[in-house]
């Protein structure tokens, strides 16, 4: 019996969701903010994941 190492076929793609994510917070959150220290971002990111998810409004 031979065990493969191969990644999930899915994983690529969680990946880029990841990545889009991180690359939105940058975007829109922290290139607007500076961040003083570690407890400071753990204040603003919460109260940016609720202006995220929030609907749009058309």
Avoid: K
């Avoid at 190492?5 to 991180?22: I, K, L």
């Avoid at 290139?31 to 971002?41: A, G, Q, S």
């Amino acid at each position: 019996m031979q065990l493969r190492n191969d990644p999930a076929p899915a994983g690529a793609r969680a990946n880029a969701f990841a990545e889009r994510w991180v690359r939105t917070v940058r975007r829109e959150c922290l290139d607007r903010i500076l961040i003083y220290n570690t407890r400071h971002l753990l204040a603003v990111l919460p109260e940016y994941l609720v202006h995220y998810n929030e609907p749009f409004s058309s």
